[in-house]
């Protein structure tokens, strides 16, 4: 394995606190799907996968940006120390923690899971990629496939033996996924002969695995237009032998791997599908024209993980602006910044550079605890299904109505966190020599993949607002007015609550305002409006998040001797909600305020205004 130096920092008492104090692991775990798990089985199995993101992952990651992917003779070959690396990674079992047991996982909850996966996607983004889309694939199977195909596929998926991807894009229609061409031609023994052509597949090819097990939207013959005639596929890059063995090349082609500006260990391929008119795939489930609703699944779980990409790749540009700000020594401490024979201070000293480590930790824990909340609905749907249905519906509705706010708040600040931490760095962070330029590099793509960010907000106020009559986000709404009500005259966070508060009422105006515009002739303003609307409820949900956990961090500063170490990491949790209160919170009222003004210039200026070239 390639030797390199490890820059990868995480706080694991930050993940213990997320996990068993604010969102009480230890209640789930021991309990019906649970069974085998307790909250010391966790924090070992977190501990034991940081020392792999700081002895492998990390020492890898600028190397594996340097290096890149290469092509030769149709096969991809991945950066040096990968196959150790996913080698290390599986045996480790780090990937199947909270798969099923009856599909060879260890049955965690899902909480477990997304710490795990911040951990490695903070330590190398790149790395992490390739795993994260097999155990999609895995779960999508698992979940949509006939028994067949899913004692075919999964536990060779899930141990490591295969790899796997999704193949929705095509050059011709990007995110237009309902104008593809992809065919699809049904054979005498039920099996389907593909053609077509997708693009922008990561890690469409690699040399990690002996077989890759490709997902594929196609369309069979005479099936309906758009998204609704749309079927998935299973396609090995090998065939499958009766035994369950990797055989024959299956007719699947690597055209080219795109180059990119991060992500550079991560093979973004253009394939090929039936150039020779021999590309064999089976149909996910036996079921055509199913393939959206299919495909859905793994991409709501895709774009919960994009999210964990932007927070663990945040996490580590914070750690690396931390850490250089308390050993850079740079001018006089600010009380003295005129005496010009005052002893330099490591720039932590000064006041801006505070602001900035104190704005970058607030929305790093904010966007984490939202991401856990999400998950602890995944767990607690999960622990209820077939004994409290009514409360099981509710985790659901809840799980669908974050999602996108996950995605793409994670994903944009995530990629402002980087920058921020250039900032911090000066000259210093933009370059090459320091792990925060590749870290901003590598996040900028979040908020395209996966669904672009713009595509979220629209899924957000187009969709997820409305589901059951609007019940989900009024459960959510009124999930923060009982906490404002508990906390409003809290001693030290009693003015933040109120804040949160104001915050809430404004968003539920904003939300009632696009109902009026959905119900008349202004539906346009429902588009030009969707991105920040997400981004205010955004906000309110992270202020809510930090402010749940600053109130747990409080009472329990209260057992603690000011010479604990403790003490003051409680006081940390306290600071990053009471800044995000008193410095972000208030954009939701301001926001909301901008939406109300149904400023429609953009769709009225005539197209050559916008300039001549």
Not at 91 to 104: A, C, Q
Not at 157 to 170: Q, R, Y
Not at 421 to 430: D, M, R
Not at 513 to 518: D, F, H, K, N
Request: hydrophobic residues 40%.
């Amino acid at each position: 394995m390639s030797a390199g130096i490890n820059r990868y920092r995480a706080d694991l008492r930050e993940l213990e606190f997320v996990l068993a104090e604010q969102f009480k692991f230890g209640e789930i775990a021991g309990r019906g799907p649970f069974k085998d798990w307790d909250v010391d089985s966790a924090k070992a199995v977190l501990a034991e996968c940081y020392r792999f993101a700081t002895e492998v992952g990390g020492p890898l990651n600028a190397s594996a940006d340097r290096e890149g992917c290469r092509l030769e003779n149709g096969q991809v070959i991945t950066p040096k120390g990968f196959p150790a690396a996913w080698r290390k990674l599986y045996e480790l079992g780090i990937k199947g923690v909270s798969v099923s047991p009856d599909h060879g996982g260890q049955g965690s909850p899902r909480m477990l899971h997304v710490l795990l996966d911040e951990l490695v996607s903070g330590c190398n983004p790149a790395l992490n990629m390739y795993p994260g889309l097999a155990h999609g694939v895995a779960e999508l199977i698992g979940a949509c496939g006939t028994p067949e195909q899913v004692h075919r596929y999964v536990t060779s998926i899930v141990h490591g033996t295969w790899g796997g991807t999704m193949c929705l894009t095509e050059p011709h229609a990007g995110s237009d996924v309902g104008a593809a061409r992809t065919s699809a031609r049904k054979q005498p023994d039920g099996t389907y002969k593909l053609k077509g052509t997708k693009m922008f597949i990561t890690g469409g090819d690699h040399d990690l695995t002996e077989n890759i097990i490709h997902l594929v939207l196609a369309r069979v013959e005479n099936a309906p237009p758009g998204t609704k005639g749309l079927s998935l596929f299973i396609v090995p890059k090998r065939r499958i032998d009766a035994s369950g063995k990797s055989g024959a090349p299956n007719d699947v082609a690597i055209a080219s791997i795109e180059h990119k500006m991060g992500i550079n260990g991560s093979a973004t391929c253009a394939m090929s599908f039936g150039d020779q008119d021999d590309c064999v795939g089976e149909l996910v489930g036996g079921v055509e024209n199913a393939g959206m609703a299919q495909m859905f699944k793994m991409m709501n779980g895709a774009r919960i993980a994009v999210a964990v990409q932007g927070v663990g790749t945040a996490s580590a540009a914070y750690f690396s602006a931390l850490e250089y700000a308390r050993d850079r020594k740079q001018g006089p401490h600010y009380t003295h910044w005129k005496d010009p024979k005052a002893p330099k201070v490591a720039i932590i000293e000064h006041p801006d550079v505070r602001r900035m480590l104190l704005d970058m930790k607030a929305h790093v824990e904010g966007i984490r605890s939202l991401i856990m909340k999400l998950v602890s609905h995944v767990d607690r749907a999960a622990l209820l299904a077939g004994t409290d249905d009514e409360q099981a519906a509710y985790h659901r509705g809840q799980v669908d109505l974050l999602t996108p706010l996950v995605k793409a708040f994670g994903s944009d600040e995530g990629f402002r966190v980087c920058a921020t931490a250039i900032q911090v760095f000066g000259g210093a962070g933009y370059l090459k020599d320091n792990p925060v330029e590749q870290a901003t590099r590598d996040a900028k793509i979040y908020s395209i993949y996966e669904g672009t960010n713009h595509i979220q907000a629209m899924d957000l106020v187009g969709r997820k607002l409305g589901q059951s009559g609007g019940l989900h986000f009024q459960q959510f709404m009124g999930d923060i007015g009982q906490f404002v009500e508990k906390h409003r005259a809290h001693p030290v966070l009693g003015k933040a609550v109120e804040a949160l508060g104001a915050g809430q009422e404004a968003t539920i105006q904003a939300a009632m305002g696009m109902l009026g515009w959905a119900q008349s002739d202004k539906t346009h303003l429902i588009a030009l409006s969707a991105n920040r609307f997400l981004r205010l409820m955004s906000q309110l949900a992270v202020g809510w998040m930090l402010l749940d956990a600053a109130s747990i961090a409080s009472e329990a500063q209260q057992q603690r001797s000011p010479s604990d170490p403790d003490h003051a990491f409680y006081e940390g949790k306290k600071a990053s909600a009471l800044w995000f209160a008193r410095n972000v919170l208030p954009e939701v009222e301001l926001q909301a305020r901008l939406i109300s003004a149904a400023d429609d210039s953009p769709t009225q200026l005539p197209d050559e205004a916008f300039g001549r070239f």
